[in-house]
């Protein structure tokens, strides 16, 4: 016993102070819990927002490219500017993801739109098939469930 009756513990039993300070304390680490996981959980819900939104962006610029190679003759700049505009939104999403199935599939997509410019750059008129299968895989991997 320290004198003054200060810090005296007894073996095995806690006074009413000490233990509201143990509750206090686990209330406190399971607030810290809950607010991590649901921080975390937000943050997944808003990569998977932003990853569909993506994919809708994408799957457009797809469509859109597809039309513009169906008037590729008449207006081949508008072939350019439509791969140009997937280009972009297809190097955004893989900037901001950190999935391997949207990395796959945004690399397959990137490696169809460079081959589409080649052969928009050759002269040729390629199929759209490649890169609206390579865009309906990155809306895939983007839709949750």
Not at 67 to 78: E, F, I, K, N, V
């Amino acid at each position: 016993m320290i004198p003054g009756g200060r810090g005296r513990r007894w073996a095995g039993k806690r006074t009413d102070r000490q233990v509201g300070r143990v509750a206090v304390g686990l209330v406190a680490s399971a607030a810290a819990v809950l607010l991590f996981a649901s921080t975390a959980a937000c943050d997944a819900v808003n990569k998977a927002l932003d990853c569909g939104e993506f994919a809708v962006d994408i799957t457009t610029d797809a469509t859109e490219l597809s039309q513009a190679l169906a008037q590729a003759d008449q207006d081949p700049q508008g072939a350019l500017d439509a791969l140009r505009e997937l280009e972009r939104d297809t190097d955004k999403l893989g900037e901001r993801s950190d999935n391997a199935d949207v990395d796959r599939a945004v690399e397959d997509l990137a490696t169809q739109i460079t081959e589409t410019q080649q052969a928009l750059d050759a002269g040729r008129v390629p199929s759209a098939r490649p890169v609206m299968d390579a865009a309906s895989e990155v809306a895939k991997v983007c839709t949750p469930g």
